[in-house]
């Protein structure tokens, strides 16, 4: 039915290829729609085939069990939580599930009721509302007063132009253009706290790249400022940073990765201390000390 509704005057041949059966067993099942009393037309010749009748209704929505398992796992994947009836998300996939025709539901009911899912723990949670509101304001080309939340630090507004919404990694985020910085921001949707619309609009860039703006401003406006001296070829260096820590230029037989960061231990514990190269940090200070805690913790493992 889902293929009659997409594709009018699909001949049996092309239905059969469809459904991955046998051409006599397309017009068999078409006979037996016709027998549950949904009107299917055939016509003949060239420009032929069949179609739905005047007054066939169909279900909003018609899943294959391949889709229908694909969509339980993509949901439990990005929000274990939705494994249980008490989540939002969990709801609404029971719906779903309890729409679907028995056999596809009773597979789609078992994948979810027996999938041992281990939370993520650093996964962040992105608030529909808010996401819902960013995108609301995104197609109508608003500005936007945004409050947020930073890591151990008080709350700040920030009257921006939201350019995209992106989702990178499993994590949502803004790109937009700060009005107070006057230069391009990236903020983390799940710790914006409140949106509020204004009456500005906004034109965005032309040609606008969402995805490649973003990894190249991941890095950049924060609190603390980076500058590191890796001693190695960038070539080498290169495939090891990650877009957030900053820029990648080379330098004679080094390379320098300049940037900023708003949490300096995490950049040394998480982000260089995995890069297997040496490395001097020519700024800032705040680095700097980050990088001796991680030294002195590794050099008290030797004794």
């Known amino acids: 039915m889902e293929i009659l509704r997409e594709r009018p005057g699909t001949t049996a041949e092309q239905l059969a290829t469809a459904l991955g059966v046998s051409e006599r067993a397309a017009r068999r099942y078409v006979a037996i729609l ?6 299917v037309a ?38 274990p939580g939705a494994a249980g ?35 993520d723990p650093e996964a962040a949670r992105t608030d529909p509302a808010t996401a819902s509101a960013l995108v609301s304001a995104i197609a109508d080309r608003r500005s936007v007063v945004v409050t947020y939340r930073r890591d151990r630090a008080d709350d700040f507004e920030a009257e921006v132009d939201p350019w995209a919404v992106v989702v990178r990694y499993g994590r949502w985020y803004l790109l937009c253009h700060s009005h107070r910085a006057a230069a391009i921001r990236t903020y983390r949707v799940d710790r914006i706290r409140a949106v509020r619309r204004t009456a500005h609009r906004f034109t965005p860039p032309e040609g606008l790249d969402p995805v490649a703006v973003l990894e190249e401003n991941l890095g ?11 001693h190695a070829p960038m070539e080498q260096v290169a495939p090891w940073v990650r877009p957030p820590m900053g820029v990648l230029a080379a330098a004679g037989d080094r390379c320098v990765l300049t940037g900023s960061t708003q949490n300096p231990a995490m950049y040394a514990q998480e982000w260089l201390a995995t890069i297997p190269f040496a490395f001097t940090v020519e700024e800032g200070p705040e680095l700097r000390d980050a990088v001796a805690v991680v030294a002195a913790r590794f050099g008290g493992a030797l004794g």
Do not use: C, N
Not at 43 to 72: D, H, K, S, W
């Open 42 to 79: 055939s016509v003949r010749g060239p420009y032929g085939g069949f179609r739905l009748g005047r007054g066939a209704r169909l279900p909003p929505v018609v899943f294959t069990e391949e889709q229908a398992l694909g969509l339980v796992m993509t949901v439990l994947d990005g929000l």
């Open 85 to 119: 009836a008490d989540d939002p998300v969990g709801a609404a996939l029971g719906k779903v599930i309890r729409a679907l025709p028995d056999g596809i539901g009773r597979q789609a009911a078992a994948l979810r009721a027996y999938a041992a899912i281990a939370p």
């Open 220 to 230: 950049k406006g924060w609190a603390h400022p980076t500058r590191v001296v890796f």
């Open 34 to 39: 016709r027998e549950a009393g949904v009107p």
